[in-house]
C-alpha cells in the first residue's frame, strides 16, 4: 500500500515516514482470529509517540506554523491507520478512536512528567 499524501515525506521528517510506515504494517494485518491482537492497538500508540513525541496528540497551543504542522501529522496518522485497516476491519474509525484514546493517555503522562521535573526545579 503505497504512502502518497499531501505531506511530503523527506528529510525534514523522517520520523513521521517511520510511524507512517510502522502504522500501515501494523494495521495490515490481524491475528489468526481475524481481530485485532492483544494491545495491538496500544503498543502502536505507545511507538508513535515514542517516535513522534507528545505535542501531536495533545494539540497544545502553540505558534500558527507549528499547529499546522503539528495538525497535518495528526491527520496523516489517521488517514494511514484508517486505510490500513478497511479492507479487513469493520470499524476503522473505532480503532483510530481507540488509538487517539491511548495516544492521548500516552501523551498526558509523558507531559505531566516533564511539568513536574520542571515544578521540583523551581522548588
Known amino acids: 500500500m503505497p504512502t502518497k499524501s499531501p505531506l511530503k515525506y523527506n528529510a525534514e521528517n523522517p520520523q513521521l515516514l517511520e510511524a507512517c510506515l510502522y502504522l500501515q504494517e501494523w494495521f495490515s494485518s490481524h491475528s489468526k482470529t481475524g481481530q485485532l491482537g492483544f494491545n495491538q ?37 489517521k488517514r494511514i491507520v484508517k486505510r490500513s485497516l478497511v479492507s479487513w476491519h469493520k470499524d476503522p474509525a473505532r480503532v483510530w478512536r481507540d488509538f487517539e484514546n491511548y495516544a492521548l493517555k500516552i501523551a498526558t503522562m509523558r507531559e505531566a512528567k516533564q511539568l513536574l521535573k520542571i515544578y521540583r526545579l523551581r522548588s
Not at 511507538?47 to 503539528?70: F, K, P, S
Open 41 to 77: 492497538i496500544k503498543t502502536a500508540a505507545r511507538h508513535t509517540v515514542a517516535l513522534l513525541g507528545h505535542e501531536w496528540v495533545l494539540q497544545m497551543e502553540r505558534e500558527r506554523d507549528e499547529a499546522v504542522r503539528i495538525s497535518m501529522v495528526f491527520h496523516e496518522l
